[in-house]
């Protein structure tokens, strides 16, 4: 780190007139006279006429400046790093009702205390949630009001809770908008469509995709062809297109993640065999990943029975992307999430956190990539 001298007699009114018309004055007369004596160029005025009133302008720049008080200023100091704001994340993927596995989690990482609350020093921590907060078959409303009062704990510690929609969210909303019974009252059923509607159907941070199901070829053209035509990032298409899709069922189909034959229109889909899909699409979806900049895909969707991340996902077939598979079936192992931590070298560091790795040192070096 360079520092410069603490103090320096700063004249204030000097420094103004100097760097906003002495200097710019000196500059156009250097521009001038690459161009040539005035008399070649119409318009511009004389260099002695030029000098004159640059010189008339320092000494009464100088005469008031012995009047002016000199004040000391604190001259800030420099550093030759730049600064760079770090992302840091925990993310969790398909709990299905469960939040007993998400307080021992964040225990587990440091971010929540023994009570159970955010601890002090999570400053731009994003915690996410890949979809699948509340099961399908019997959503708790009470689930929603913890992921809720969540959020704005994280408010007040300067941290955020981002949350993605999963196929349970979206089959719940299916149901209610064309009216069927979930087996809630009226106040629960309000509450919860308007929580799943407030939900993201992705987001990206920096070169990391954030999303519930695997990304099909159809979703990712459209997002390519969303940002060539409007210049906007790609988080903007939740606004202008996913919650306009909240019109109607059907128009809600096309993200909804169907398990059905797939229609024409369908950007989102139940993918069925994965590995087959990538390898038949995989050289236009790396391509299509590699213009929009995404190098990570952190999802959830389809349970591995290991209770361990898939890291490397289709690498085969999809070189230039680090897919990661981060439902371990949480709910029934008790454990389990996935960590980023930016490097001051921008790299990223990723660690996993499951019961097959469960350990007092993971836990320190957890805790501090996050907190």
């Known amino acids: 780190m360079n520092k410069v001298d603490k103090k320096r007699p700063f004249h204030l009114l000097g420094s103004l007139a100097w760097g906003y018309i002495i200097r710019p004055l000196r500059s156009i007369k250097r521009v001038y006279g690459k161009l040539g004596s005035s008399r070649q160029v119409p318009g511009l005025v004389s260099d002695s006429v030029l000098e004159e009133e640059i010189a008339e302008l320092e000494a009464k720049t100088q005469a008031q400046e012995e009047v002016q008080p000199k004040i000391e200023m604190e001259a800030p100091e420099l550093c030759l790093e730049s600064i760079v704001k770090r992302f840091k994340c925990i993310v969790f993927s398909d709990t299905d009702n469960d939040t007993v596995s998400v307080k021992s989690t964040l225990r587990f990482a440091g971010i929540f205390n023994e009570q159970d609350k ?45 949350l993605i929609v999963g196929n349970h969210e979206q089959e719940i909303w299916q149901k ?46 459209t997002l390519q062809h969303y940002r060539e035509v409007t210049g906007k990032a790609l988080n903007f298409f939740n606004a202008d297109h996913y919650r306009k ?33 990538y390898k038949k699409h995989g050289r236009s979806i790396n391509a299509l990943f590699m ?24 690498r085969k077939w999809l070189p230039n992307v680090r ?12 454990l389990g999430a996935t960590v980023f931590s930016s490097k001051p070298d921008g790299t990223m560091e990723v660690l996993f956190i499951n019961t097959k790795n469960k350990s007092k040192r993971l836990s320190k070096r957890v805790s501090e990539c996050l907190v």
């Open 245 to 277: 899709a909240f019109k109607s069922s059907e128009a809600m189909r096309q993200y909804a993640y169907i398990r059905e034959e797939k229609r024409a229109n369908y950007l989102l889909y139940d993918v069925m065999d994965a590995a087959r899909y």
């Open 176 to 221: 209610i908008a064309t009216g069927k019974k979930i087996g809630l009252d009226e106040r629960n059923v309000r509450q919860l469509k308007g929580f799943i509607e407030s939900l993201d159907l992705f987001y990206v941070e920096g070169t990391v995709l954030f999303i519930h199901g695997y990304p099909t070829l159809e979703f990712l053209r």
């Open 291 to 314: 213009e929009l900049e995404i190098q990570v895909v952190i999802h959830g969707h389809r349970p591995q029975r290991s209770g361990v991340q898939v890291d490397y996902e289709f």
């Open 118 to 162: 955010l601890v002090d020093g999570l400053n731009n921590l994003t915690l996410f949630h890949t979809g699948d907060l509340v099961d399908k078959k019997r959503p708790d409303p009470s689930v929603v009001e913890y992921w809720q009062s969540l959020q704005q704990e994280a408010a007040a510690k300067d941290c955020q809770v981002k």
């Open 323 to 334: 897919m990661i598979g981060n439902d371990t079936k949480v709910r029934y192992k008790g």
